[in-house]
């Protein structure tokens, strides 16, 4: 099984590629909130930056929220991952079981390539993340920004990123597998296909059981965490995970909702074959679709989330800011410029969240065409030029990329909104409940990249597709 595992591994270790650096980033990710959030702790006391009592009470309370943070991104991005991976193996496993291999040890053998490509890419990701927060403290310090004050980054959850990248990924693989090697080997053959259903009602009975108690559970937990929060920030802790659960069935469901909205967002490309092909994809095979759109949907929620979340934090405790100026105006300007520093810091550290997004949506993409050569192969025997391929690609590549952003947009704002509430709406120089305060740029910014991403992550797919002919396309299986 190890053996077989690490075969795997050195004559294939290209397909891990994504993988190898989804596990990189998150880890890099979820090591630089944890070194972000000792730093900020420590200037905030020892730096004299925040006298204010609550705002530190607020900082203990992120502490657990960044971290909780960093550990959804990593299983729901890496889990992603490894699933398109392993569905666009099921042709290799199932030569595999032809040939006498058995379920469970394929299963392990995979298993242990998720966790050697999870250890690989989160310990790297450590030792970087550890090495960028050195480098930008000392920035910081010679500046001025930050004051020279003794600190040991070094924590105990420091170990988390490692952890997570390993068992995220173990168990990515362990799961992604289990549809192509829990059934006979000649079943196994077949199923390379994408599933195509394409109603609720198809959906096995405890799945859709799953779903619906994960939402509407979550979201309960998330507006009992709201009302917790206009009594005390702790209520964040509630709050925090009924998002984050409310998400999941979000994302277990997306099977049934993302072709609808992909199907209206064809429009959009106009009425031509491409554009008309293109959209007929994401109804044929719908699950393959809602993997290619929900990586997206994860980092533009997160940026979204945590930029509102951020901007209506910067504005409502300007209040308290200003509750303390009567009483020190130095005091207030550096709780003023500290607020700032971090809001700063934290859109950076989430901007990493898009990166995993983007490399996941050209994985998506790739792996669609490279499931589809013999498709594509036909409609170049049909007359299809390799333009109008290209196209078809870039009509695609455009209709995941505004449903994902759009319900990135939405998701962002409701849940940055919920989570802000929850965390302030207590203070008593706020008042309780407010409206969140959204920034334009974040929009713009949004709107723009996922501009940009449609035509970058189409070009490798693109190439890909038409540099196969026809009539070796056609030969494929």
């Known amino acids: 099984m190890i053996a077989l595992a690490f075969r795997e591994l050195w004559h294939g270790g290209r397909q891990h590629t994504s993988s190898l650096l989804v596990a990189f980033i998150t880890s890099v990710f979820a090591t630089m909130m944890i070194e972000m959030d000792i730093v900020l702790r420590v200037q905030s006391v020892g730096g004299q930056f925040i006298k204010h009592g609550y705002v530190v009470l607020l900082l203990d309370v992120l502490d657990v929220l960044f971290f909780f943070v960093a550990v959804f991104v990593a299983c729901i991005v890496t889990a992603n991952t490894f699933g398109i991976i392993m569905a666009g193996r099921a042709k290799h496993i199932a030569l595999m079981r032809l040939l006498g291999a058995s379920a469970g040890t394929l299963r392990g053998a995979i298993a242990i390539e998720g966790a050697v490509v999870g250890f690989v890419g989160a310990a790297v990701g450590l030792v970087v993340g550890l090495v960028v927060t050195q480098i930008s403290y000392g920035a910081l310090v010679t500046s001025g920004t930050f004051v020279n004050t003794p600190i040991s980054t070094l924590s105990p959850l420091l170990v988390a990123p490692v952890i997570v990248g390993v068992v995220s990924t173990t168990g990515a693989a362990w799961f992604g597998s289990r549809k192509i090697l829990g059934v006979s080997p000649i079943e196994a053959t077949g199923a390379t296909q994408e599933p195509r259903i394409v109603a609720v009602s198809e959906?096995?009975?405890?799945?859709?059981?799953?779903?619906?108690?994960?939402?509407?559970?979550?979201?309960?937990?998330?507006?009992?965490?709201?009302?917790?929060?206009?009594?005390?920030?702790?209520?964040?802790?509630?709050?925090?995970?009924?998002?984050?659960?409310?998400?999941?069935?979000?994302?277990?469901?997306?099977?049934?909702?993302?072709?609808?909205?992909?199907?209206?967002?064809?429009?959009?490309?106009?009425?031509?074959?491409?554009?008309?092909?293109?959209?007929?994809?994401?109804?044929?095979?719908?699950?393959?679709?809602?993997?290619?759109?929900?990586?997206?949907?994860?980092?533009?929620?997160?940026?979204?989330m945590f930029s509102v979340a951020g901007q209506s934090f910067l504005t409502q405790t300007s209040v308290v800011v200003a509750a303390a100026a009567s009483a020190d105006a130095a005091d207030a300007d550096g709780d003023r410029a500290f607020l700032q520093l971090t809001m700063g810091i934290l859109t950076v550290l989430i901007g990493f969240s898009l990166v995993i997004a983007a490399i996941g949506l050209v994985n998506s993409l790739s792996l669609s065409v490279i499931q589809r050569r013999r498709e594509i192969g036909l409609l170049r025997a049909l007359g299809f030029t390799k333009q109008q391929v290209r196209m078809m690609i870039?009509?695609?590549?455009?209709?995941?990329?505004?449903?994902?952003?759009?319900?990135?947009?939405?998701?962002?704002?409701?849940?940055?909104?919920?989570?802000?509430?929850?965390?302030?709406?207590?203070?008593?120089?706020?008042?309780?409940?407010?409206?969140?305060?959204?920034?334009?740029?974040?929009?713009?910014?949004?709107?723009?990249?996922?501009?940009?991403?449609?035509?970058?992550?189409?070009?490798?797919?693109?190439?890909?597709?038409?540099?196969?002919?026809?009539?070796?396309?056609?030969?494929?299986?």
């Open 203 to 304: 959906m096995p009975k405890r799945l859709r059981t799953l779903i619906i108690a994960s939402f509407f559970g979550g979201i309960a937990l998330l507006i009992a965490g709201v009302a917790i929060g206009l009594k005390t920030p702790f209520g964040l802790l509630v709050a925090a995970p009924g998002g984050a659960l409310s998400f999941v069935g979000f994302v277990l469901g997306s099977t049934f909702f993302i072709p609808v909205l992909l199907k209206a967002a064809g429009r959009l490309t106009g009425s031509s074959t491409p554009s008309v092909l293109a959209s007929a994809n994401a109804q044929r095979y719908p699950a393959r679709s809602a993997r290619s759109t929900i990586g997206l949907v994860i980092g533009v929620t997160l940026v979204t």
């Open 394 to 477: 870039l009509a695609e590549s455009i209709q995941l990329t505004v449903v994902g952003a759009a319900t990135g947009l939405v998701l962002g704002i409701f849940y940055g909104w919920a989570g802000v509430l929850a965390a302030i709406a207590s203070n008593h120089h706020i008042g309780g409940f407010f409206w969140p305060t959204i920034p334009g740029w974040i929009i713009i910014s949004i709107v723009a990249g996922a501009i940009v991403l449609a035509i970058v992550s189409s070009a490798v797919p693109a190439r890909s597709a038409v540099r196969v002919s026809p009539v070796r396309a056609l030969a494929i299986e």
